[in-house]
Nanobody, 128 residues
């Protein structure tokens, strides 16, 4: 059973930075899709970033390109989301999700229904 535990959320002022972590256990394949989603009150869940663990390729939502960076540490079975230049509209609960196994990078997308494991979420608050 795959379990994901997020951490690193908090409150920052606009322009600040946070780094979220997602520690995974029970992942037995080398090639997986790990993703970050977020959901703000009254809004739909949206994909923020993906990372294909087979070769570390990443993809980003247009709203965060150039500001957010996804990365992985295979030794720690952990993926990260470095968030810089945060804006008030980035405030949300951020969720880590895993789709495992995944053979092809092209299938590492923001389709939330394709992910089979989710973390509990971590709150990010950005004040203006």
């Amino acid at each position: 059973v795959v379990q994901l535990v997020e951490s690193g959320g908090g409150s920052v002022q606009a322009g600040g930075s946070l780094r979220l972590s997602c520690a995974a256990t029970g992942v037995t394949y080398n090639s997986n899709c790990m993703a970050w989603f977020r959901q703000a009150p009254g809004k739909e869940r949206e994909g923020v970033a993906t990372i294909y663990t087979g070769d570390s390729r990443t993809s980003y939502a247009d709203s965060v390109k150039g500001r957010f960076t996804a990365s992985q540490d295979n030794a720690k079975n952990t993926v990260y989301l470095q968030m810089n230049s945060l804006k008030p509209e980035d405030a949300a609960i951020y969720y880590c999700a895993a789709r495992t196994p995944l053979q092809y990078y092209r299938d590492c997308t923001f389709r939330a229904t394709r992910y089979n494991s989710w973390g509990q979420g971590t709150q990010v608050t950005v004040s203006s």
